[in-house]
Protein backbone atom coordinates (compact mmCIF):
# COMPACT_ATOMS: atom_id res chain seq x y z
CA UNK A 1 0.00 0.00 0.00
CA UNK A 2 1.52 3.24 -0.69
CA UNK A 3 2.53 5.91 1.35
CA UNK A 4 -0.79 8.36 0.04
CA UNK A 5 -3.28 5.69 0.85
CA UNK A 6 -2.01 4.50 4.00
CA UNK A 7 -2.68 8.28 4.87
CA UNK A 8 -5.82 7.94 3.71
CA UNK A 9 -6.74 5.02 5.60
CA UNK A 10 -5.85 5.78 9.05
CA UNK A 11 -6.74 8.73 8.77
CA UNK A 12 -10.31 7.95 7.60
CA UNK A 13 -10.14 5.11 10.43
CA UNK A 14 -9.73 7.73 13.13
CA UNK A 15 -12.12 9.77 11.98
CA UNK A 16 -15.14 6.83 11.19
CA UNK A 17 -14.92 6.58 15.08
CA UNK A 18 -14.82 9.81 15.61
CA UNK A 19 -18.10 10.20 13.39
CA UNK A 20 -19.76 6.87 14.96
CA UNK A 21 -19.15 8.16 18.35
CA UNK A 22 -20.84 11.59 17.44
CA UNK A 23 -24.10 9.67 15.93
CA UNK A 24 -24.32 7.64 18.18
CA UNK A 25 -24.34 10.02 20.82
CA UNK A 26 -26.69 12.76 18.73
CA UNK A 27 -28.94 9.43 18.21
CA UNK A 28 -29.16 8.83 21.81
CA UNK A 29 -29.31 12.37 22.70
CA UNK A 30 -32.66 13.01 20.71
CA UNK A 31 -34.35 9.92 21.75
CA UNK A 32 -33.65 10.26 25.37
CA UNK A 33 -35.44 14.15 24.80
CA UNK A 34 -38.21 12.29 22.71
CA UNK A 35 -38.79 9.79 25.48
CA UNK A 36 -38.51 12.69 28.34
CA UNK A 37 -41.17 14.71 26.57
CA UNK A 38 -43.37 11.27 26.42
CA UNK A 39 -43.12 10.56 30.14
CA UNK A 40 -43.95 14.57 31.13
CA UNK A 41 -46.87 14.30 29.26
CA UNK A 42 -47.69 10.83 30.59
CA UNK A 43 -47.32 12.35 34.25
CA UNK A 44 -49.48 15.11 33.50
CA UNK A 45 -52.17 12.97 32.12
CA UNK A 46 -52.18 10.09 34.76
CA UNK A 47 -52.22 13.07 37.44
CA UNK A 48 -55.59 14.37 35.62
CA UNK A 49 -56.53 10.77 35.19
CA UNK A 50 -56.26 10.22 39.20
CA UNK A 51 -57.59 13.71 39.88
CA UNK A 52 -61.01 13.09 37.73
CA UNK A 53 -61.56 9.08 38.87
CA UNK A 54 -61.07 9.66 42.03
CA UNK A 55 -64.28 8.23 44.56
CA UNK A 56 -65.52 6.28 41.70
CA UNK A 57 -62.16 4.01 40.98
CA UNK A 58 -64.65 0.75 41.61
CA UNK A 59 -66.46 1.96 39.25
CA UNK A 60 -66.07 -0.97 36.13
CA UNK A 61 -67.82 1.10 33.70
CA UNK A 62 -65.55 3.09 30.71
CA UNK A 63 -63.77 5.97 32.36
CA UNK A 64 -65.69 9.00 30.54
CA UNK A 65 -66.41 12.03 32.72
CA UNK A 66 -70.10 12.64 33.64
CA UNK A 67 -72.44 15.37 32.48
CA UNK A 68 -71.71 17.18 34.90
CA UNK A 69 -68.33 17.53 34.57
CA UNK A 70 -68.51 18.10 31.19
CA UNK A 71 -70.84 21.19 31.49
CA UNK A 72 -67.85 22.75 33.49
CA UNK A 73 -65.45 22.86 30.55
CA UNK A 74 -66.00 24.82 27.44
CA UNK A 75 -66.44 23.92 24.14
CA UNK A 76 -62.82 24.74 23.22
CA UNK A 77 -61.27 22.60 25.99
CA UNK A 78 -64.02 19.81 25.69
CA UNK A 79 -62.89 19.67 22.15
CA UNK A 80 -58.97 19.57 22.67
CA UNK A 81 -59.96 16.77 26.02
CA UNK A 82 -61.71 14.70 23.36
CA UNK A 83 -58.65 14.71 20.71
CA UNK A 84 -56.53 13.86 23.47
CA UNK A 85 -58.50 11.03 25.04
CA UNK A 86 -58.92 9.12 21.34
CA UNK A 87 -55.07 9.12 21.55
CA UNK A 88 -54.67 8.14 25.13
CA UNK A 89 -54.93 4.63 26.52
CA UNK A 90 -56.10 4.60 30.17
CA UNK A 91 -56.90 1.77 32.31
CA UNK A 92 -57.36 0.78 35.91
CA UNK A 93 -56.46 -2.56 37.45
CA UNK A 94 -56.01 -4.67 40.65
CA UNK A 95 -53.49 -5.40 42.33
CA UNK A 96 -53.13 -8.46 40.95
CA UNK A 97 -53.36 -6.54 37.15
CA UNK A 98 -56.45 -7.24 36.69
CA UNK A 99 -58.29 -4.50 34.98
CA UNK A 100 -61.18 -2.97 36.64
CA UNK A 101 -61.94 -0.40 34.43
CA UNK A 102 -60.30 1.29 30.73
CA UNK A 103 -60.83 3.81 28.74
CA UNK A 104 -63.59 2.94 25.60
CA UNK A 105 -60.30 3.21 22.96
CA UNK A 106 -58.75 0.21 24.61
CA UNK A 107 -61.93 -2.26 23.04
CA UNK A 108 -61.15 -5.69 23.73
CA UNK A 109 -57.23 -4.85 24.32
CA UNK A 110 -55.97 -4.51 28.06
CA UNK A 111 -52.50 -2.50 28.90
CA UNK A 112 -49.71 -4.50 30.38
CA UNK A 113 -49.04 -4.24 33.93
CA UNK A 114 -45.44 -4.91 35.91
CA UNK A 115 -47.17 -5.96 39.36
CA UNK A 116 -43.64 -6.05 40.85
CA UNK A 117 -42.65 -2.85 41.40
CA UNK A 118 -43.84 -0.33 43.81
CA UNK A 119 -43.16 3.15 42.17
CA UNK A 120 -43.87 4.86 38.56
CA UNK A 121 -42.79 3.48 35.86
CA UNK A 122 -42.03 4.26 32.35
CA UNK A 123 -41.73 1.51 29.83
CA UNK A 124 -42.57 0.96 26.20
CA UNK A 125 -44.92 -1.60 25.17
CA UNK A 126 -47.74 -2.73 22.76
CA UNK A 127 -51.11 -2.11 22.52
CA UNK A 128 -53.07 -4.82 19.66
CA UNK A 129 -49.83 -4.26 17.89
CA UNK A 130 -49.74 -0.66 18.54
CA UNK A 131 -46.32 0.65 20.17
CA UNK A 132 -46.91 2.99 23.06
CA UNK A 133 -45.32 4.35 26.00
CA UNK A 134 -46.64 3.62 29.32
CA UNK A 135 -46.76 5.09 32.59
CA UNK A 136 -47.88 2.68 35.06
CA UNK A 137 -48.00 4.31 38.90
CA UNK A 138 -49.84 2.99 42.44
CA UNK A 139 -53.02 4.02 43.95
CA UNK A 140 -54.82 3.23 47.40
CA UNK A 141 -58.24 1.90 46.53
CA UNK A 142 -60.62 0.84 49.34
CA UNK A 143 -58.60 0.31 52.31
CA UNK A 144 -56.69 -2.54 50.20
CA UNK A 145 -53.39 -3.29 51.99
CA UNK A 146 -52.15 -3.70 48.07
CA UNK A 147 -51.61 -0.68 45.84
CA UNK A 148 -53.90 -0.77 42.79
CA UNK A 149 -52.66 0.33 39.59
CA UNK A 150 -53.23 3.28 37.03
CA UNK A 151 -51.93 2.96 33.31
CA UNK A 152 -51.79 5.61 30.88
CA UNK A 153 -50.39 5.25 27.28
CA UNK A 154 -49.64 7.06 24.26
CA UNK A 155 -48.87 5.75 20.96
CA UNK A 156 -45.27 6.02 19.77
CA UNK A 157 -45.75 6.31 15.94
CA UNK A 158 -44.86 9.58 15.17
CA UNK A 159 -41.59 9.29 18.27
CA UNK A 160 -40.38 5.89 16.69
CA UNK A 161 -41.02 7.61 12.96
CA UNK A 162 -38.84 10.65 13.89
CA UNK A 163 -36.01 8.12 15.18
CA UNK A 164 -35.84 6.14 12.42
CA UNK A 165 -36.26 8.64 9.95
CA UNK A 166 -33.01 10.11 12.45
CA UNK A 167 -31.14 6.65 12.33
CA UNK A 168 -31.74 6.16 8.33
CA UNK A 169 -30.11 9.42 8.24
CA UNK A 170 -27.58 8.77 10.15
CA UNK A 171 -26.52 5.17 9.02
CA UNK A 172 -26.90 6.76 4.96
CA UNK A 173 -24.76 9.59 5.69
CA UNK A 174 -21.71 8.04 7.23
CA UNK A 175 -20.63 5.84 4.38
CA UNK A 176 -20.81 8.68 2.53
CA UNK A 177 -19.09 11.03 4.63
CA UNK A 178 -16.19 8.43 5.08
CA UNK A 179 -15.60 7.96 0.94
CA UNK A 180 -15.34 11.50 0.80
CA UNK A 181 -13.19 11.63 3.36
CA UNK A 182 -11.26 9.23 2.03
CA UNK A 183 -10.97 10.39 -1.45
CA UNK A 184 -10.01 14.37 -0.22
CA UNK A 185 -7.73 12.71 2.10
CA UNK A 186 -5.94 10.68 -0.22
CA UNK A 187 -5.82 14.19 -2.99
CA UNK A 188 -4.50 15.88 0.06
CA UNK A 189 -1.89 13.33 1.09
CA UNK A 190 -0.86 13.13 -2.89
CA UNK A 191 -0.44 16.63 -3.07
CA UNK A 192 1.31 16.81 0.45
CA UNK A 193 4.00 13.81 -0.35
CA UNK A 194 4.84 15.43 -3.95
CA UNK A 195 8.18 17.05 -2.75
CA UNK A 196 8.94 13.24 -1.82
CA UNK A 197 8.00 11.82 -4.68
CA UNK A 198 10.39 14.53 -5.99
CA UNK A 199 13.25 14.08 -3.78
CA UNK A 200 13.03 9.96 -5.16
CA UNK A 201 13.18 10.76 -8.44
CA UNK A 202 16.15 13.03 -7.86
CA UNK A 203 17.83 10.74 -5.63
CA UNK A 204 17.55 7.78 -8.51
CA UNK A 205 19.35 10.45 -10.80
CA UNK A 206 22.54 10.80 -8.33
CA UNK A 207 25.38 8.44 -9.95
CA UNK A 208 28.61 8.07 -9.50
CA UNK A 209 28.89 9.87 -12.34
CA UNK A 210 26.36 12.97 -11.43
CA UNK A 211 27.33 13.09 -7.84
CA UNK A 212 27.39 16.84 -8.34
CA UNK A 213 23.30 16.48 -8.47
CA UNK A 214 20.95 17.29 -5.62
CA UNK A 215 17.63 17.23 -4.36
CA UNK A 216 15.33 20.59 -5.37
CA UNK A 217 14.16 22.08 -2.12
CA UNK A 218 10.58 22.48 -1.27
CA UNK A 219 9.22 26.10 -1.45
CA UNK A 220 7.62 25.52 1.83
CA UNK A 221 10.01 25.45 5.06
CA UNK A 222 8.59 22.29 7.09
CA UNK A 223 9.94 19.44 7.92
CA UNK A 224 10.38 18.20 3.90
CA UNK A 225 12.45 20.98 3.50
CA UNK A 226 14.73 20.44 6.14
CA UNK A 227 14.67 16.64 5.41
CA UNK A 228 15.40 17.65 1.51
CA UNK A 229 18.12 19.71 2.79
CA UNK A 230 19.95 17.77 5.33
CA UNK A 231 19.84 14.68 2.96
CA UNK A 232 21.30 17.32 0.28
CA UNK A 233 23.78 18.24 3.38
CA UNK A 234 25.02 14.54 3.60
CA UNK A 235 25.59 14.18 -0.24
CA UNK A 236 27.88 17.20 0.12
CA UNK A 237 30.04 15.04 2.32
CA UNK A 238 30.00 12.25 0.76
CA UNK A 239 30.77 13.76 -2.48
CA UNK A 240 33.88 15.56 -0.11
CA UNK A 241 35.35 12.22 1.25
CA UNK A 242 34.49 10.38 -2.06
CA UNK A 243 37.00 13.33 -3.35
CA UNK A 244 39.58 13.19 -0.80
CA UNK A 245 39.62 8.91 -1.35
CA UNK A 246 39.69 9.70 -5.41
CA UNK A 247 42.51 11.87 -4.61
CA UNK A 248 43.90 9.76 -1.82
CA UNK A 249 44.05 7.06 -4.22
CA UNK A 250 45.33 8.78 -6.82
CA UNK A 251 48.58 9.94 -4.85
CA UNK A 252 49.38 7.21 -3.02
CA UNK A 253 49.51 5.51 -6.64
CA UNK A 254 52.02 7.95 -7.31
CA UNK A 255 53.57 7.97 -4.39
CA UNK A 256 54.34 4.22 -4.80
CA UNK A 257 55.15 4.03 -8.28
CA UNK A 258 57.57 7.11 -8.46
CA UNK A 259 60.09 5.23 -5.78
CA UNK A 260 59.38 1.62 -7.47
CA UNK A 261 60.21 3.33 -10.99
CA UNK A 262 63.18 4.76 -9.85
CA UNK A 263 64.50 1.29 -8.63
CA UNK A 264 63.16 -0.44 -11.36
CA UNK A 265 65.25 1.99 -13.93
CA UNK A 266 68.26 2.13 -12.06
CA UNK A 267 68.49 -1.70 -12.10
CA UNK A 268 67.71 -1.97 -15.20
CA UNK A 269 70.62 0.18 -16.35
CA UNK A 270 73.12 -1.32 -14.11
CA UNK A 271 72.39 -4.85 -16.04
CA UNK A 272 72.91 -3.16 -19.54
CA UNK A 273 76.95 -3.73 -18.65
CA UNK A 274 79.26 -4.54 -16.52
CA UNK A 275 80.14 -1.49 -14.45
CA UNK A 276 82.79 -0.48 -11.71
CA UNK A 277 82.47 -1.67 -7.49
CA UNK A 278 81.89 1.55 -6.52
CA UNK A 279 79.55 2.62 -9.15
CA UNK A 280 77.38 -0.40 -8.14
CA UNK A 281 77.94 0.61 -4.44
CA UNK A 282 76.17 3.92 -5.13
CA UNK A 283 73.05 2.81 -7.54
CA UNK A 284 72.37 0.05 -4.35
CA UNK A 285 72.38 2.85 -1.65
CA UNK A 286 70.22 5.00 -4.01
CA UNK A 287 67.82 1.88 -4.12
CA UNK A 288 67.57 1.22 -0.48
CA UNK A 289 67.00 5.00 -0.10
CA UNK A 290 63.88 4.76 -2.10
CA UNK A 291 62.65 1.39 -0.49
CA UNK A 292 63.56 2.86 3.17
CA UNK A 293 61.46 5.42 1.54
CA UNK A 294 58.66 3.73 -0.22
CA UNK A 295 58.85 1.52 3.44
CA UNK A 296 58.09 4.68 5.61
CA UNK A 297 55.47 5.91 2.81
CA UNK A 298 53.36 1.96 3.33
CA UNK A 299 54.26 2.47 7.52
CA UNK A 300 52.12 5.75 7.47
CA UNK A 301 49.34 4.90 5.50
CA UNK A 302 48.89 1.59 7.35
CA UNK A 303 49.02 4.04 10.92
CA UNK A 304 46.27 6.59 8.61
CA UNK A 305 44.23 3.41 8.03
CA UNK A 306 43.81 2.09 11.50
CA UNK A 307 42.80 5.78 12.17
CA UNK A 308 40.03 5.26 10.26
CA UNK A 309 38.83 2.22 11.30
CA UNK A 310 39.31 3.83 15.06
CA UNK A 311 41.55 1.05 15.67
CA UNK A 312 43.79 3.70 17.19
CA UNK A 313 43.32 4.43 20.90
CA UNK A 314 45.38 7.42 22.97
CA UNK A 315 46.11 6.74 26.86
CA UNK A 316 46.68 9.82 28.23
CA UNK A 317 49.51 9.98 31.16
CA UNK A 318 51.76 12.87 32.60
CA UNK A 319 55.19 12.84 30.55
CA UNK A 320 57.65 15.48 30.13
CA UNK A 321 57.55 17.22 27.48
CA UNK A 322 60.87 18.37 27.46
CA UNK A 323 62.68 14.64 27.74
CA UNK A 324 60.89 13.56 24.96
CA UNK A 325 61.89 16.79 22.86
CA UNK A 326 65.53 16.35 23.54
CA UNK A 327 65.01 12.23 22.61
CA UNK A 328 63.57 13.50 19.21
CA UNK A 329 66.18 15.86 18.11
CA UNK A 330 68.75 13.62 18.63
CA UNK A 331 66.62 11.29 16.49
CA UNK A 332 66.62 14.65 13.83
CA UNK A 333 70.52 15.65 14.06
CA UNK A 334 72.09 13.29 11.15
CA UNK A 335 69.33 14.91 9.02
CA UNK A 336 69.81 18.47 10.46
CA UNK A 337 73.40 18.26 10.33
CA UNK A 338 73.15 17.21 6.33
CA UNK A 339 71.92 21.04 6.00
CA UNK A 340 73.69 22.98 9.16
CA UNK A 341 70.73 23.49 10.53
CA UNK A 342 70.78 23.97 14.24
CA UNK A 343 68.15 22.57 16.37
CA UNK A 344 67.38 24.72 19.24
CA UNK A 345 65.84 22.46 22.26
CA UNK A 346 63.73 24.24 25.23
CA UNK A 347 66.22 24.86 28.00
CA UNK A 348 64.03 24.14 31.13
CA UNK A 349 64.80 20.68 32.50
CA UNK A 350 61.44 19.60 32.43
CA UNK A 351 57.57 20.42 31.73
CA UNK A 352 54.81 18.58 32.21
CA UNK A 353 51.96 17.86 29.97
CA UNK A 354 49.17 15.02 29.85
CA UNK A 355 49.69 12.75 26.25
CA UNK A 356 50.30 9.69 24.58
CA UNK A 357 53.91 9.31 25.29
CA UNK A 358 54.32 7.41 21.96
CA UNK A 359 51.68 9.01 19.53
CA UNK A 360 53.38 12.75 20.92
CA UNK A 361 57.00 10.79 19.56
CA UNK A 362 55.18 10.55 16.14
CA UNK A 363 53.84 13.69 16.11
CA UNK A 364 57.13 15.72 17.51
CA UNK A 365 58.78 13.60 14.72
CA UNK A 366 57.10 14.55 12.03
CA UNK A 367 56.87 18.16 12.78
CA UNK A 368 60.59 18.57 13.26
CA UNK A 369 61.57 16.39 10.76
CA UNK A 370 59.31 18.98 8.24
CA UNK A 371 60.82 21.73 10.17
CA UNK A 372 64.31 20.34 9.10
CA UNK A 373 63.15 19.91 5.16
CA UNK A 374 61.69 22.91 4.12
CA UNK A 375 64.60 25.02 6.54
CA UNK A 376 67.26 26.32 4.07
CA UNK A 377 70.64 25.70 5.08
CA UNK A 378 72.60 26.97 7.97
CA UNK A 379 69.22 28.39 9.77
CA UNK A 380 67.68 27.20 13.02
CA UNK A 381 64.51 25.21 13.79
CA UNK A 382 63.49 26.86 17.49
CA UNK A 383 61.31 24.62 19.99
CA UNK A 384 59.79 26.37 23.00
CA UNK A 385 57.58 25.06 25.53
CA UNK A 386 55.42 27.17 28.17
CA UNK A 387 51.85 27.81 29.44
CA UNK A 388 49.34 29.70 27.57
CA UNK A 389 45.78 31.04 29.65
CA UNK A 390 46.78 28.40 32.08
CA UNK A 391 46.75 25.33 29.57
CA UNK A 392 50.80 23.94 28.30
CA UNK A 393 52.07 24.64 24.51
CA UNK A 394 54.84 23.39 22.52
CA UNK A 395 56.09 25.71 19.31
CA UNK A 396 58.12 24.37 16.52
CA UNK A 397 59.06 26.69 14.33
CA UNK A 398 61.62 26.95 11.05
CA UNK A 399 62.80 30.09 9.29
CA UNK A 400 61.76 28.52 5.75
CA UNK A 401 59.97 30.41 2.92
CA UNK A 402 56.79 30.45 4.82
CA UNK A 403 53.16 29.34 3.91
CA UNK A 404 50.45 31.48 2.75
CA UNK A 405 47.40 31.62 5.57
CA UNK A 406 44.98 30.68 2.67
CA UNK A 407 46.96 27.11 2.78
CA UNK A 408 47.55 27.09 6.64
CA UNK A 409 44.26 24.87 6.89
CA UNK A 410 45.23 22.28 3.99
CA UNK A 411 48.60 21.30 5.58
CA UNK A 412 47.02 18.97 7.43
CA UNK A 413 45.43 17.09 4.30
CA UNK A 414 46.93 13.77 3.31
CA UNK A 415 49.35 14.27 0.11
CA UNK A 416 49.00 17.86 0.21
CA UNK A 417 52.39 20.31 -0.43
CA UNK A 418 51.92 23.87 -0.37
CA UNK A 419 54.32 24.56 -3.43
CA UNK A 420 57.29 23.35 -5.05
CA UNK A 421 59.79 24.31 -2.25
CA UNK A 422 57.43 21.72 0.03
CA UNK A 423 57.50 18.53 -2.52
CA UNK A 424 58.80 15.18 -3.43
CA UNK A 425 62.28 16.83 -3.99
CA UNK A 426 62.50 17.90 -0.32
CA UNK A 427 62.01 14.28 1.16
CA UNK A 428 58.33 14.18 2.41
CA UNK A 429 55.78 12.09 1.52
CA UNK A 430 52.44 14.55 1.86
CA UNK A 431 51.38 12.36 4.87
CA UNK A 432 53.24 13.59 8.16
CA UNK A 433 51.16 16.45 9.06
CA UNK A 434 47.88 14.74 8.29
CA UNK A 435 49.07 12.23 10.80
CA UNK A 436 49.93 14.72 13.49
CA UNK A 437 46.69 16.00 13.23
CA UNK A 438 45.11 12.45 13.48
CA UNK A 439 46.82 11.64 16.49
CA UNK A 440 46.50 15.29 18.25
CA UNK A 441 42.80 15.04 17.56
CA UNK A 442 43.41 11.73 19.41
CA UNK A 443 44.63 12.46 22.48
CA UNK A 444 42.46 16.26 22.89
CA UNK A 445 45.25 18.13 21.57
CA UNK A 446 44.79 21.18 19.52
CA UNK A 447 47.18 21.87 16.66
CA UNK A 448 47.45 25.16 14.22
CA UNK A 449 49.46 26.20 11.73
CA UNK A 450 51.18 29.80 11.95
CA UNK A 451 52.90 31.56 9.14
CA UNK A 452 53.49 34.39 6.72
CA UNK A 453 55.11 33.70 3.53
CA UNK A 454 59.08 34.85 4.07
CA UNK A 455 58.89 34.25 7.39
CA UNK A 456 58.78 30.66 8.36
CA UNK A 457 56.47 28.85 9.93
CA UNK A 458 55.53 27.97 13.36
CA UNK A 459 53.36 24.66 14.22
CA UNK A 460 51.52 25.39 17.73
CA UNK A 461 50.52 22.83 19.81
CA UNK A 462 47.71 23.13 22.86
CA UNK A 463 47.73 20.35 25.28
CA UNK A 464 44.82 19.47 28.23
CA UNK A 465 45.68 20.35 31.51
CA UNK A 466 48.14 17.00 33.07
CA UNK A 467 44.85 16.65 35.93
CA UNK A 468 42.66 15.86 32.78
CA UNK A 469 44.82 12.05 32.44
CA UNK A 470 42.55 9.22 30.85
CA UNK A 471 42.36 6.76 28.09
CA UNK A 472 40.54 7.66 24.77
Not at 110 to 125: D, E, R
Amino acid sequence: MSLRNRIAVYYTAATAVLIALVFTTVYLMVEGVVYRHFDQELTMAAARVVSITDGRLNDRRPMEMEDSDREKEDDEHRKHRRERLRTEFIQYSAADGTPISRSGNLGLNALQVKTGSTATIYFNTTVGGLAVRQIQLPVEGNGDPQPRWISVARPLGDAIAMLLDLRSVLMLSFPAILITLFALTRAIAAKSIRPVEEAIMAAENITREHFERRIPLPANRDELYRLSATFNALLDRLQEAFNREKQFTADASHELKTPLSAVQGTLEVLIRRPREREHYEERIRFCLLELHRMAGLIEQLLLLARHDAREVSATLRSIDINALIREVAERQESRAGEKEITIRVPEESSFIVAADREMLGIILDNIIANAVNYSPRSRTVTIRTGTENGLPFCTISDMGKGIEESKLEAVFERFYRVDASRSIGSGGSGLGLSIVKKLADLQGITVRAESRPGEGATFRLLFPYPSDSSSR
